[in-house]
């Protein structure tokens, strides 16, 4: 296996050599991939991590006596407590393993159909992904709670003013994004927990787009629940984490029944095992929760302030360039964002422009970047959205420039 960087002078030529996919050719084109809101590119330490799990120790865990079983199993645990660490989550077992953000959010919402009762207010912001919406609202269907919505200014930021007033209502949980994935907007959560606890409000941050930028510490922020997605932070699909504090998790009821989250099973009854199995029904992506805790440490080998660095450099240079488009609109212009730009080009069709640069090799992504509310919100149908990380750089933003020229030129 290749070295980590171990936090030396960022440099991007050096990283982007442990991105094999990197070298690919799209319609005979080096590939550039702005779609890393989507789902960001995996490097050889991780994909080294998986091919030796299965060449070396794939098996069941926490169940077997025999020497494969326990080394996957102790890999396994490894992994959580990096997790653990790298969020500064008190206990290790406040870190459950999932399949990802969505499944994070599902359980947590489905939890609470045993705590909320009719008429309960939650709250939801107007910037979420639809995995952070719609969950609830099948909760408010169940419990007869009732949601209600932070707003959002023209800029893509909340309506801190209107969150205020919406907090008299007394909601009992409130769930906001930290990065939104469509226009990139950094929210200020400390002050979003920080006010909801001092009505009695539960606070959950949707880290999935922030994960793979900032190193989030969830005991500092003080947040009830955090949850994210392994391959948004160039980890493998399928796995992610939610993180509960453990009062948390020992007051929420099991999301599925099955093997590993019990304690005993007799036909009369059946007791649930201690956390974090009680939320870790069936075997899970014992490999996907291994790579999780290798791309942890790979990004940390990189160092978040490398990262963060580098990629705001990105967004300002992409900032200006693209505003020599004329026509170009961009939507999500707080100061405080990451590196993801969404755009429209008078009198172009987002996923016109999409398919054109998808010839030149350059992957972005168009449509609602499931949060139609926030389409909505500006009256469109969709952006296009390039989303950059710490593997791009500034000549593959000069490329994008150029091909949506190009594009322009041949649709209008
Ligand atoms: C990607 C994303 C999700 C969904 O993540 P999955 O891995 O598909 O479950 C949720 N919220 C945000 C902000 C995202 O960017």
């Not at 169940?63 to 407590?81: F, I, M, N």
């Not at 941050?205 to 005991?219: F, L």
């Not at 007791?271 to 290798?294: Q, S, W």
């Amino acid at each position: 296996m290749k070295n980590n960087h171990q936090n030396t002078a960022f440099n991007v030529q050096e990283i982007r050599k442990d991105f094999p996919i990197l070298n690919r050719k799209i319609n005979g084109k080096p590939l550039v991939y702005f779609d890393n809101a989507a789902t960001s590119q995996t490097p050889q330490q991780v994909i080294d991590v998986i091919v030796n799990y299965y060449s070396n120790y794939n098996a069941n865990i926490h169940r077997g006596v025999h020497q494969l079983s326990q080394e996957a199993t102790d890999k396994y645990e490894e992994a959580r407590q990096i997790i653990q660490q790298h969020f500064n989550a008190k206990h290790a077992h406040e870190i459950i393993f999932t399949s990802g953000t969505t499944h994070s959010i599902n359980l947590v919402a489905y939890g609470f159909g045993d705590l909320l009762q009719k008429n309960d207010v939650i709250l939801v912001s107007a910037l979420e992904h639809h995995s952070n919406i719609v969950p609830w609202q099948m909760l408010c269907e169940k419990t007869g709670a009732l949601l209600k919505v932070i707003p959002m200014t023209q800029e893509g930021e909340l309506n801190m003013d209107e969150f205020d007033i919406l907090l008299q209502l007394n909601p009992k949980l409130v769930f906001v994004n930290h990065i939104s994935n469509a226009l990139g907007t950094i929210n200020p959560i400390k002050e979003i927990i920080g006010k909801a606890h001092k009505v009695g409000a539960a606070v959950l941050i949707d880290g999935a787009q922030a994960c793979p930028h900032i190193k989030s510490d969830v005991q500092a922020l003080d947040v009830d629940f955090y949850v994210t997605s392994a391959h948004k932070m160039c980890g493998p699909t399928g796995v992610g984490m939610l993180y509960a504090k453990e009062e948390w998790l020992k007051k929420l009821p099991p999301y599925q029944g099955g093997g590993e989250m019990i304690s005993e099973v007799t036909f009369d009854k059946t007791t649930y095992a201690d956390l974090p199995h009680k939320f870790e029904a069936g075997t899970p992506n014992i490999c996907g929760g291994i790579a999780f805790g290798a791309t942890i440490n790979y990004m940390n080998s990189i160092g978040f302030e490398h990262i963060a660095a580098y990629e705001h450099e990105l967004l300002q240079y992409a900032n200006e360039k693209l505003q020599t488009i004329d026509g170009l609109k961009i939507y999500g212009t707080s100061n405080n964002k990451t590196s993801v730009i969404s755009f429209n080009i008078d009198g172009v069709h987002a996923y016109d422009l999409g398919t054109i640069i998808d010839k030149l090799g350059i992957a972005i992504r168009t449509g609602q970047h499931c949060a139609q509310p926030i389409m909505d919100f500006y009256g469109i149908s969709g952006t296009a959205r390039a989303s950059f990380a710490f593997y791009n750089t500034k000549e593959e933003i000069d490329l994008l420039v150029t091909a949506l020229k190009k594009a322009q030129m041949m649709l209008s």
